[in-house]
């Protein structure tokens, strides 16, 4: 074997073997979920029931409560949206406003259990679902900076999207609005 091939094949080991400590790493971070997850109501392990369970749940294990009880979670956010906004927009007219149509930015700062839990790629596939621009970034104090540019109703389909994720749990969202950039295109994971 010649040296090339040997550092390819020593390159392809060390590879596997970080593949296997990130995996081994998620799986502590997260045993109690998965335990919760792939066992049946008697406590034995339950694999095949535990991937219906989550396919079947759309990946999530609990349901999303939202406020108020007969509001739909883009509603919800919709409505958190126009409270917090409401005095900043003074001269705002509901029967006007369309938010399908009109773009606002938000800079948002997520609590909770955000890092760690693919949160910042997750909300990165939610805004090139739904049209937004921006940018997300992990905090060293655990939490997530996100800036996000869009309209409210994609913005709120976002937020429904992530508080939907599997392993995220959203705690807390501090917002504040921030001028429109005009021109900006995509939306961008910082801190890699």
Not at 127 to 153: C, F, H, I, K
Request: proline share 4%; hydrophobic share 40%.
């Amino acid at each position: 074997m010649d040296a090339q091939a040997m550092r390819s094949l020593i390159g392809n080991i060390i590879l596997c073997v970080m593949g296997i400590a990130v995996v081994a790493a998620f799986i502590r971070s997260n045993w109690d979920r998965i335990r919760e997850t792939f066992t049946d109501e008697n406590g034995k392990w339950d694999v095949m029931g535990g991937l219906e369970r989550y396919f079947n749940g759309g990946g999530r294990q609990e349901e999303v409560e939202t406020e108020p009880q007969n509001a739909s979670p883009d509603e919800d956010f919709l409505t958190q949206f126009m409270r917090q906004k409401g005095a900043e927009m003074a001269d705002f007219d509901p029967d006007t406003f369309d938010p399908a149509k009109e773009w606002v930015r938000e800079h948002i700062i997520f609590s909770g259990r955000v890092q760690g839990v693919g949160f910042r790629y997750q909300a990165m596939v939610a805004a090139r679902t739904y049209g937004l621009t921006g940018w997300v970034e992990n905090l060293p104090d655990g939490s997530v900076e996100m800036e996000v540019q869009g309209t409210p109703l994609g913005i709120g389909r976002m937020m429904t999207y992530l508080k939907g994720g599997h392993w995220i749990r959203i705690d807390d969202m501090e917002m504040e609005s921030r001028p429109v950039v005009p021109g900006e295109r995509g939306f961008g994971v910082k801190g890699y």
